[in-house]
């Protein structure tokens, strides 16, 4: 993530607005067919009003040995879910509003502490997400990307094995046509970068913007600390 704490963060960010540079943070994930074509399909009701999400990200990330990720608190929130809550709000737009933790560290993990969890998100706009993650899961693994149910009114959207399906009556479906990208990934984070230094204008991706995607990292740990439901404001400040 950006930083490691919140006012790290804001530092950074000030810092780079006080040296009149422009600050990015590299969220490849959303720089890819599949999301940009998600968010098109969402903002055009392809398959009516959006009711809920469900995500679901299950590896067994062994690691090598020394990783300092087999010895850290809540590995997975801290040091991978951030992708998972800035595609959240690019996907749909919103910011998160609250988060529901239950972290927890199964029998046979090799990691120190709790590799896995459960999640209850609320966002801005009232879309309510179920986020289930594990860095221990034996078998039917899912990508990096993971796997995501967007339950809508007149259907769902399917993105799975990196792939994207929409519904086609009760129980078909047909693979979507994805939007063209000459640049995906790492290409056209650096693409976006460099055309926002030329164009004088804040990056997609600005360190300004993923404030808020690491405020839901640091609000999912406090609320697996805690048990309580945390809202991001809170740790926004």
């Known amino acids: 993530p950006l930083a490691l704490t919140?006012?790290?963060?804001?530092?950074?960010?000030?810092?780079?607005d006080e040296a009149g540079r422009v600050y990015?943070?590299?969220?490849?994930?959303?720089?890819?067919p599949v999301p940009r074509t998600i968010r098109k399909l969402l903002e055009e009701r392809a398959r009516g009003e959006l009711g809920y999400v469900l995500v679901e990200y299950q590896m067994g990330r062994r690691g090598k040995s020394g990783d300092f990720r087999l010895e850290m608190n809540y590995p997975l929130l801290v040091d991978m879910s951030i992708h998972h809550f800035d595609l959240m709000r690019y996907l749909l737009d919103s910011d998160v509003e609250w988060v529901q933790v239950e972290s927890f560290r199964p029998s046979w993990s090799w990691y120190r502490h709790d590799p896995s969890f459960f999640m209850v998100m609320k966002m801005e706009d009232g879309t309510l997400i179920s986020y289930a993650g594990s860095w221990v899961a034996r078998g039917f693994e899912t990508t990096w990307n993971g796997r995501w149910r967007f339950a809508c009114s007149e259907g769902s959207l399917l993105?799975?094995?990196d792939k994207l399906y929409l519904s086609a009556g009760t129980k078909g479906r047909r693979k979507?046509?994805?939007v063209d990208m000459p640049l995906t990934n790492q290409d056209y984070?650096?693409?976006?970068?460099?055309?926002?230094?030329?164009?004088?204008r804040e990056p997609e991706t600005s360190g300004r913007d993923n404030i808020r995607s690491l405020a839901v990292v640091f609000a999912s740990v406090l609320s697996a600390r805690t048990g309580r439901r945390v809202n991001v404001e809170e740790v926004l400040g």
């Open 24 to 32: 990015m943070v590299s969220q490849n994930y959303r720089f890819n």
């Open 159 to 161: 993105w799975d094995n």
């Open 176 to 178: 979507a046509e994805l």
């Open 6 to 16: 919140m006012e790290e963060a804001k530092a950074i960010v000030r810092a780079a």
């Open 189 to 200: 984070s650096l693409h976006e970068f460099v055309s926002a230094v030329r164009e004088g």
